[in-house]
């Protein structure tokens, strides 16, 4: 089955530096890749995905890229804010349920 | 905004009991799925329920464990007979289509905790 390695495991950025977090997965038959954000006691949330007929998706500072040949995805936030600090989770999906990755916690330092 | 709702958000129980997590998927999705998380590990798929009967499962869903949709708006998931490997937060989430290829809302979790 499918297999999500996510990394780092956590990531600590000072106000307004960029942050990158990388993803790769196992099955070269996966189409979908969702990355949802969790705060502190919240429920995880969905901030952008990307299919696999696109190469990278951008929504303001947040944009996520795809490359179905070295089979990996990443999540590039800039001008980061003390709000973005989280754990972020990315997933993969072949038409099943989704498949996640261990998590990033992102510290944004102010 | 709609929401995906679950209760309770903490349960303690003695292991060998029976508990039940409750959740309230968004009221237009069919596709309903439950998920857990242990602590320091990754979000993992336990079974999707769709039409009143379990569409996929996995190998974690064994037969301690089954779900329920009792009526028109709850979904909810049973472990008969609770082991301390149990302990986890798990997640309830919904969509509008399955296959695992639309976006999944959450539920902020049930954290179990047995004893």
């Known amino acids: 089955g499918e297999n999500v390695e996510q990394h780092p495991s956590t990531l600590s950025v000072q106000e307004g530096d960029s942050a990158v977090i990388k993803c790769t997965y196992s099955?070269?038959?996966?189409?979908?890749f969702p990355w949802y954000k969790q705060e502190l006691g919240k429920r995880p949330q969905l901030i952008i995905d990307?299919?696999?007929?696109?190469g990278e998706k951008k929504d303001q500072r947040i944009a996520v890229t795809l490359n179905k040949t070295a089979k990996h995805f990443s999540l590039h936030i800039t001008e980061t804010q003390p709000e973005d600090s989280a754990v972020y989770f990315c997933?993969?999906?072949?038409?099943?349920?989704?498949?996640f990755g261990k998590g990033t916690r992102l510290s944004v330092i102010a | 905004e709609p929401e995906v709702t679950q209760t309770p958000s903490h349960q303690v129980t003695q292991m060998g009991q029976e508990v039940i997590l409750r959740c309230v998927p968004i009221s237009n999705h069919l596709y309903f799925y439950w998920y857990r998380q242990i602590l320091g590990q990754k979000v993992e798929f336990l079974v999707s329920?769709?039409?009143?009967?379990?569409?996929?499962k996995s190998e974690i869903f064994d037969d301690q464990f089954s779900v329920e949709r009792p009526d028109g708006s709850n979904f909810t998931l049973k472990i008969r007979s609770t082991k301390l490997e149990d302990s986890a937060m798990y997640f309830c989430a919904s969509s509008e289509q399955g296959g695992g290829n639309t976006e999944a809302f959450f539920g902020q979790g049930t954290r179990l905790t047995v004893v």
């Open positions: 997933a993969a999906s072949m038409g099943t349920p989704l498949v």
């Open positions: 099955d070269s038959a996966s189409n979908y």
């Open positions: 990307i299919r696999s007929n696109v």
């Open positions: 329920f769709y039409n009143n009967e379990i569409s996929e």
